[in-house]
């Protein structure tokens, strides 16, 4: 039987399913695949190299510089996050908190990054032969949010999050051959998402990007969409949805430590639910 997991990112209300898949490391739980998106691709990438509190730190400490994210970047280089020292600086073989790239290659565990082409709106799915020692740029890619973000360019094409091409990919799970996924929500289930701050967005790029301002325009419809289908598996056996009953005062972009140790804590107390359905 073939399990995944996909963790959907969310900024850093990633906090919480970096809570529940801290879990799983410690209770020895493991996946044949992993599909990140986002910030989702960077939790999977801790769990699938077996380093727990690795994303707690970039969470809590690290999340707090303004190397990280800050208005300065955003006026120096357009990107609000620079995810050159998120997933460089930081994270290289002689960072300060290293990717241990032979753990993550070496686990047998299949890993799916999920991002979208800006110039056409098209998913992307990368795996690990596009992620090498010290060339993290899938993650860059998956986790850049139009206009907070520049799009972030792999071998001449620019890529913009993968929520925009595929939000919660539970149909790519089951595609690639899962009888069982594991979804990882960073918002309450049933709580649905609104595309008033899409629609801003989508503005700001639409000149340059209108086939990604299009998919930003259309990703609360296909969120609400995709959830709804997962929940329908869940009716069947076939998925487990687990999501925070509430969120904790944590946003896509806000950072207060309180507040996001609050929703770790809560990740990791949901972790039981994987336990108990797997």
């Not at 800050?70 to 990107?79: D, G, L, P």
């Amino acid at each position: 039987m073939k399990t995944g997991v996909i963790d959907v990112g969310g900024g850093f209300r990633g906090i919480y399913a970096c809570g529940v898949l801290d879990y799983c490391l410690d209770q020895n739980i493991r996946f044949d695949l992993g599909i990140g998106v986002s910030a989702g691709s960077a939790n999977l990438a801790s769990f699938t190299a077996g380093q727990k509190g690795r994303n707690y730190t970039f969470y809590t400490e690290y999340g707090l510089r303004k190397q990280y994210a800050s208005v300065r970047n955003f006026i120096k280089t357009r990107s609000f996050i620079d995810m050159d020292y998120v997933y460089g600086t930081l994270s290289n073989h002689d960072g300060e908190n290293p990717l241990d790239y032979e753990a993550l290659r070496d686990n047998p565990m299949e890993f799916t990054v999920v991002a979208t082409n800006a110039e056409t709106g098209e998913v992307k799915y990368f795996d690990k032969r596009d992620i090498r020692q010290d060339d993290y740029n899938v993650f860059k890619a998956s986790s850049s949010i139009p206009f907070v973000c520049r799009p972030y360019f792999i071998q001449g094409t620019p890529y913009y999050d993968g929520a925009l091409g595929d939000p919660v990919p539970v149909e790519k799970a089951f595609a690639v051959g899962c009888d069982r996924v594991v979804v990882l929500l960073t918002r309450p289930e049933n709580v649905l998402r609104t595309p008033g701050q899409d629609e801003k967005l989508a503005a700001r790029i639409r000149k340059k990007y209108p086939h990604a301002a299009e998919k930003l325009r259309q990703r609360a419809n296909r969120y609400n969409e995709s959830v709804a289908l997962a929940q329908e598996y869940a009716r069947q056996g076939k998925v487990l949805i687990v999501s925070p009953d509430d969120t904790c005062g944590v946003s896509t972009l806000s950072r207060n430590p309180a507040d996001i140790k609050r929703l770790y804590d809560k990740g990791y107390a949901d972790g039981e639910k994987v336990k108990s359905f797997l």
